[in-house]
Nanobody
Framework: EVQLQASGGGLVQAGGSLRLSCVASGFTRDDYSVAWFRQAPGREREGVAHIVIRDGATEYLDSVKGRFTMSSDNAKKTVYLQMNSLRPEDTAVYYC?????????????????WGQGTLVTVSS
């Protein structure tokens, strides 16, 4: 059974940093991808970044490029989202999700497994 456990959210001032973690258990091979999505109040859930576990390839939402970095520690079955230079508009509940194989894009429909959200609040 695939399970995802996200953690690391919190309150930070604009310009600050946070690191989110997601433990992805239940995969027997490294043929899967993990993504971070976020959902702000009144807005659709959007894909922020994803990583292909077998080769470490990453992709990012344009608005977070250069500020967010996704990485993985395959031995720990953990992926990270390092978020720097945070802005108030980054405030949202962040979710990690996983999919078998390599989804073409970071879309909700491409991801079958979801963790609980972790709240990130960036104050101005």
């Amino acid at each position: 059974e695939v399970q995802l456990q996200a953690s690391g959210g919190g309150l930070v001032q604009a310009g600050g940093s946070l690191r989110l973690s997601c433990v992805a258990s239940g995969f027997t091979r490294d043929d899967y991808s993990v993504a971070w999505f976020r959902q702000a109040p009144g807005r659709e859930r959007e894909g922020v970044a994803h990583i292909v576990i077998r080769d470490g390839a990453t992709e990012y939402l344009d608005s977070v490029k250069g500020r967010f970095t996704m990485s993985s520690d395959n031995a720990k079955k953990t992926v990270y989202l390092q978020m720097n230079s945070l802005r108030p508009e980054d405030t949202a509940v962040y979710y990690c999700a996983a999919a078998r194989g390599v989804p073409v894009t970071i879309r909700k429909a491409d991801y079958d497994y979801w963790g609980q959200g972790t709240l990130v609040t960036v104050s101005s």
